[in-house]
């Protein structure tokens, strides 16, 4: 499936429900077998795009199964093996349980949800370059004025009431998937006009390779 335990390298895969299912069928198996305690959990279904939520939920779900000497913390616990024998059966979790989303058991594609996307690229890649953003003009000292420069031309877009680009202002609070789509229009605009008509503050520790990179 493209995350086999012990892989060397995290490779690009074609998602469909069917894949993230199965990650999360193993991970309940680690889980509730004790072989994975929440550290290593969390860190094999973030490699394969399982949700916060979702691997919380698994966690709280599978955890109350463990045994005496099962690893119950981030930390590997050291306790002595009390002798027990096991027979070394452990199916795997069925469709039936409540670990997986249930639309991830839907018999469309993937590709038929267009949220999936729309929430990957918006509320993923934008909204992670308008907070890193952010926190440069917060670094500077430059928030404010940022803010009072370009919300002049975000007002004005907001007022021509656009259905393909239904913008809001700053600062960034409780925006929908289609006010990133509607920023991510104007991005080059809105920093651009920001930069030519604003200096950087002249002790600052961003090199000039970067301030050209932002520019």
């Not at 198996?29 to 279904?45: D, F, I, P, Q, R």
């Not at 996307?117 to 953003?133: K, P, Q, T």
């Not at 007022?159 to 809001?168: E, G, N």
Request: proline share 4%.
């Amino acid at each position: 499936m493209g995350r086999e335990v012990g892989a060397l390298f995290v490779v690009p895969v074609k998602q469909s429900f069917e894949w993230p299912t199965k990650a999360v069928m193993l991970a309940a198996h680690n889980v509730t077998k004790g072989v994975w305690n929440k550290g290593v959990m969390e860190a094999y279904l973030r490699t394969c795009a399982v949700a916060g939520s979702v691997r919380t939920n698994l966690w709280n779900v599978c955890r109350p199964n463990l045994g005496h000497n099962i690893v119950t913390d981030d930390k590997e616990d050291d306790s002595d093996d009390d002798g027990e024998i096991m027979d070394g059966y452990a199916p795997l979790l069925g469709v039936s349980s409540n670990i997986a989303p249930s639309i991830w058991f839907s018999s469309l594609m993937m590709s038929a949800y267009l949220d999936c996307g729309i929430h990957l690229v918006f509320h993923g890649i934008v909204s992670y370059c308008v907070e890193r953003m952010d926190e440069f003009m917060a670094t500077h000292g430059l928030t404010q004025k940022f803010e009072r420069l370009v919300n002049v031309y975000l007002v004005d877009i907001q007022s021509l009431r656009l259905d393909w680009c239904k913008m809001k202002f700053l600062p960034k609070k409780q925006w929908l998937a289609e006010n990133e789509l509607a920023f991510a229009r104007i991005i080059p605009f809105v920093y651009g006009i920001f930069f030519l008509n604003l200096e950087l503050p002249s002790r600052l520790n961003t090199t000039k390779k970067t301030e050209q990179a932002i520019m």
